[in-house]
């Protein structure tokens, strides 16, 4: 078995909790072949100027960010492979836009995790975006939001976590489901296979067990022709990478998917789900 984690954060994201060199080393000693460091770059929320309890977000230091990134790549080369890469809070302002396309000329990152946080102003994990919002409005506008995203004028690699919206939301029924919105769904999925884009499948939901997106989306994604899906446990903590791996490969497999896939430097590798 080839354990990959393609999605995780160190302290040097906002919510992070663990160092990056101790994340690395957890990861080399669960037996990952390949880690994939996604940190945050927010500039969503600096272009929209979203806050956090009237405070602006502390953003990336991404000169010490990919230094340090490259510096324990080059240490752990031969013993497991290290993508240096971020992930991408998408807004459609020209100014994110234009930070983000900086940021791939200058440091030339090893895969981009392009996600939707942000919608409406308001970052879609806390209670302030469901204010007097009907769950079918909340998760159409988050869905069109995720769309649009997908023509980002920036490169980009997988598409993080749909049905992020769902995680902390405050109704009965949370789920994301494929019936209640088959058609923005089906638009997006279909985008995804279009431009040879990887969906990926996110272990970090708000109850145990579950991932993002659904096995009921992921199914539709492999009729429509779908095969290229990344694992990821969005681990902000060492206790937490490649957590419930292999409950989602489970899932894969009952589906009919055969492997995952892996961004590297532009390079899609196949992994067998074995």
Request: proline share 6%.
């Amino acid at each position: 078995m080839v354990l990959t984690d393609v999605h995780t954060h160190s302290a040097f994201s906002p919510d992070g909790e663990t160092p990056l060199d101790d994340m690395l080393a957890r990861a080399h000693a669960l037996g990952a072949a390949y880690y994939g460091i996604a940190e945050h770059f927010d500039y969503d929320y600096a272009a929209e100027d979203i806050r956090i309890d009237g405070q602006p977000l502390r953003l990336i230091d991404a000169d010490a960010y990919f230094a340090e990134a490259r510096r324990l790549q080059r240490a752990y080369e031969g013993r497991m492979r290290v993508l240096a890469g971020g992930e991408f809070g998408y807004s459609p302002s020209p100014q994110a836009a234009e930070r983000y396309e900086k940021t791939i000329a200058r440091f030339s990152p090893d895969f981009i995790v392009n996600s939707v946080h942000t919608v409406d102003g308001c970052d879609a994990w806390f209670p302030l975006y469901f204010a007097h919002k009907q769950k079918y409005d909340a998760y159409a506008a988050y869905l069109d939001r995720v769309r649009r995203s997908l023509e980002a004028p920036y490169p980009y690699d997988i598409v993080g976590h749909l049905g992020y919206v769902a995680r902390n939301a405050p109704y009965e029924d949370p789920a994301l489901r494929y019936e209640e919105f088959a058609d923005r769904i089906d638009d997006i999925l279909t985008v995804v296979i279009r431009k040879h884009k990887i969906l990926e499948v996110n272990a970090s939901a708000r109850r145990a067990g579950d991932f993002l997106p659904g096995p009921d989306i992921l199914a539709r994604y492999f009729a429509l022709g779908g095969r290229a899906v990344s694992f990821a446990s969005d681990a902000h903590a060492a206790k937490n990478i490649c957590l419930r791996r292999a409950h989602v490969v489970a899932a894969l497999k009952d589906i009919g998917f055969t492997h995952l896939t892996v961004p590297d430097r532009g390079e899609y590798r196949p992994i067998p789900l074995i």
